[in-house]
């Protein structure tokens, strides 16, 4: 419109400034806090992550104030966190060195963003300091010291955080006095992460495999390697052709340079994991710290926090924990990358739990000559036993059940599931449970009404509280699956 504006005689350009006059960020802001109508703003509009950093809803130019030599840096200079403009390498199979700092084996193990920045710097940190004990320049080790980190799918955040780990690294390298600011320039391999994929649903790894490049490109990777998993290999090395050849992501240099989320969160990760760096300093260093066994604490609560999100569903895992492909009988046949990493570093497969309960419910099948079906008895209010429904189709559908529904009482099933509103159930559950031999459950948590509802024959709850694995594998046990 511009273009034509300046063509036209007689036409006026637009004057676009005056007609999208600024914004103050307090008026956006009491904008979000009227639409939530009362319900609380941190609760519902902030997200922490696995750290405790604080996301808000959006960010402002004030948010950046502080950080004019992280933002106004050009590639190839200090505080290096945009890299060198150098478009990343496609590469098929490992091409870092064999004694390369893997702080991707921390992240496969269940480690948060920080922790996986702190203990690789701290790593790197200590290989200097032994190589420069007795007077050598630090620009030799320094040159000669690779790291490689996995990108997992929390797209924002592990942009962020490769972008942080070349920050970090160049003043940890500038701390033993370089002869050149270009010997704190990391040399960074990136692959696909392992720990969020399953067997079950190969090409929703696809998908994740696809959102990580991404990450991992814009990120900053020098290798990019994007393992198959469950799915054909072309195709993984396909997902990079098509980022750089249609999408031309490696035609840019950090084209995340500037944006406000992107900086904001950048700069929050390096002070925490900078933090944690002094820590590990202060015990020792990465060597004696590791001794000490703070590694083992810190990952073990770490790998537990996310064992819990998931089992809980409070982080999706697509086809593992929600959203299961329902028509999938057995597990991909592959390939899949070797497993790696011991100790404190063993992987964390966070599918595992429901991939074993979907493969008990196969073998149970198998012995049995049909699939345990749960049957969701939708009465009542339309929108609430739609939505309890569609919960319930999930839930169970995550363990390997066949699932049926409809308002009609079942001619065979292993488990009956109510679905209703809440005022509902009680008048619900006294006209079914004695008509069925079948245990029956209620879908929702209607806490005014548990003890009548207990009282009257119903055996238990599955609502968006319910620890899925806990309640999935005892109602497996229940229907007499073997192990």
């Known amino acids: 419109m511009a273009d034509a504006a300046e063509d036209t005689p007689g036409m006026p350009p637009l004057a676009l400034r005056a007609s999208f006059p600024p914004v103050a960020t307090a008026d956006w802001d009491a904008l979000a806090r009227k639409d939530l109508k009362g319900a609380d703003y941190d609760k519902r509009l902030i997200w922490r992550t696995d750290e405790g950093i604080a996301i808000k809803p959006f960010y402002r130019r004030e948010d950046l104030d502080g950080l004019d030599a992280q933002v106004m ?23 870092w060195p064999t004694d390369a700092i893997r702080a991707d084996l921390l992240h496969d193990a269940g480690a948060t963003a920080v922790q996986e920045l702190a203990w690789a710097i701290a790593e790197g940190v200590d290989r200097l300091a032994g190589a420069t004990a007795d007077g050598t320049p630090v620009d030799g080790p320094a040159a000669s010291i690779a790291f490689v980190f996995a990108v997992g799918s929390t797209y924002f955040l592990e942009i962020a955080k490769l972008r942080a780990a070349r920050g970090l690294w160049a003043a940890a390298v500038g701390a033993f006095g370089p002869a050149s600011p270009a010997t704190g320039a990391m040399r960074l391999h990136v692959r696909t992460a392992r720990s969020n994929k399953g067997t079950w649903d190969p090409y929703t790894n696809l998908l994740r495999a696809t959102t990580e490049a991404m990450a991992a490109a814009i990120g900053g990777a020098d290798t990019l390697l994007v393992e198959p998993q469950g799915y054909e290999p072309h195709l993984a090395i396909n997902v990079q052709r098509i980022l750089a050849e249609e999408a031309r992501l490696d035609a840019v240099a950090d084209p995340a340079g500037g944006a406000y989320y992107i900086e904001a969160v950048t700069d929050a990760l390096a002070r925490e994991a900078w933090t944690q760096v002094q820590a590990i300093e202060a015990a020792g260093g990465h060597a004696a710290a590791v001794r000490a066994g703070q590694l083992d604490a810190a990952m073990a609560s770490a790998r537990a926090s996310r064992e819990k999100a998931v089992s809980s569903r409070r982080r999706t895992l697509v086809g593992s924990n929600n959203y299961p492909d329902l028509t999938a009988t057995t597990p991909a046949a592959g390939p899949f990358p070797e497993p790696e990493g011991d100790g404190p570093l063993t992987p964390l497969a966070l599918a595992a739990p429901f991939e074993a309960m979907r493969a008990r419910s196969a073998r149970h099948a198998a012995r049995i000559g049909r699939a345990p079906v749960v049957h969701l008895l939708t009465r009542g209010d339309v929108r609430m036993r739609g939505a309890r429904a569609n919960f319930c189709l999930n839930f169970f559908g995550c363990a390997g059940f066949a699932v049926t529904q409809g308002e009609a009482l079942p001619t065979s099933a292993d488990l009956l599931v109510l679905c209703s509103a809440d005022a509902e159930y009680l008048a619900l559950a006294a006209a079914v449970v004695p008509a069925v031999s079948v245990p029956v459950l209620v879908a929702g948590h209607p806490k005014d009404h548990i003890e009548a509802l207990t009282a009257a024959g119903v055996q238990g709850f599955v609502h968006v509280q319910s620890d899925a694995v806990q ?3 005892q109602w497996q046990d229940r229907l007499g699956m073997t192990s």
């Open 73 to 95: 840096a050009v590639p190839g200079a200090l505080p290096s966190v945009r890299g060198d403009a150098s478009p990343w390498q496609a590469v098929e199979e490992a091409a």
């Open 471 to 473: 309640v999935l594998t």
